[in-house]
């Protein structure tokens, strides 16, 4: 089955600064790939995804690039602020039946 | 647009005693359904998941079951809880074989004693 591994599992930066977190995969046949956002006490929330057949994506201050052929994807979050704080969580899926996730990485962002 | 419930948002409950956690989705069909726990707030273990009615798949052994009565509706039961039941339990839809998310709802704070 499919192996996600998800880096860093903490990361703290300054208000302001760009996070950036990290995942692969070793399913070469996953071609979905969504990122959530778990603030304390709640559900995870998609926040952005990329399939296969694109490179990079942007949604504001957020951006997710895909490298297929050294299966791995980022999270790239820019000017980050305070309520940035959070869980966040990679995931990669085949078919959309099943989900693989990421351990995790809680960033703390410091006003 | 899609929603999903589940209830109740808290439960405490003694070891021994039974569990019923029902999630139900709302503005779709025959969507996928999930129910995972997190423990200490960290990473998502799968449970149970459905491709439609009566269709469960177990994906840990353990004394959690799952059923789907209903097309958007999804029970996680337990005959007898143990202490390591605790944590906070997720469920969650996705469309059937599509590229796309899994959408999950507000989640079940649930503390055995």
């Known amino acids: 089955g499919e192996n996600v591994e998800q880096h860093p599992s903490t990361l703290s930066v300054q208000e302001g600064d760009s996070a950036v977190i990290k995942c692969t995969y070793s399913?070469?046949?996953?071609?979905?790939f969504p990122w959530y956002k778990q603030e304390l006490g709640k559900g995870p929330q998609l926040i952005i995804d990329i399939r296969s057949n694109v490179g990079e994506k942007k949604d504001q201050r957020i951006a997710v690039t895909l490298n297929k052929t050294a299966k791995h994807f980022s999270l790239h979050i820019t000017e980050t602020q305070p309520e940035d704080s959070a869980v966040y969580f990679c995931a990669a899926s085949t078919t959309g039946n099943q989900f693989y996730f990421g351990t995790g990485t809680s960033l703390t962002v410091i006003p | 647009s899609q929603t999903i419930h589940q209830w109740p948002a808290t439960l405490v409950q003694p070891v021994g005693s039974p569990l019923s956690l029902e999630c139900t989705v709302e503005g779709t069909s025959n969507p996928n359904l999930y129910w995972y726990r997190q423990a200490a707030g960290r990473g998502l273990q799968l449970l149970f998941y459905?491709?439609?009615?009566?269709?469960i798949s177990s994906e840990v052994p353990q004394n959690l079951s799952a059923s789907r009565p209903q097309d958007r509706q999804f029970i996680l039961s337990s005959k007898k809880l143990l202490l390591s039941d605790s944590g906070f339990y997720l469920c969650?839809?996705?469309?059937?074989?599509?590229?796309?998310?899994?959408?999950f709802g507000p989640g079940t704070r649930l503390t055995v004693t």
């Open positions: 399913d070469s046949a996953s071609n979905y």
């Open positions: 969650a839809w996705s469309v059937l074989l599509a590229e796309s998310g899994q959408y």
């Open positions: 459905s491709v439609g009615i009566g269709q």
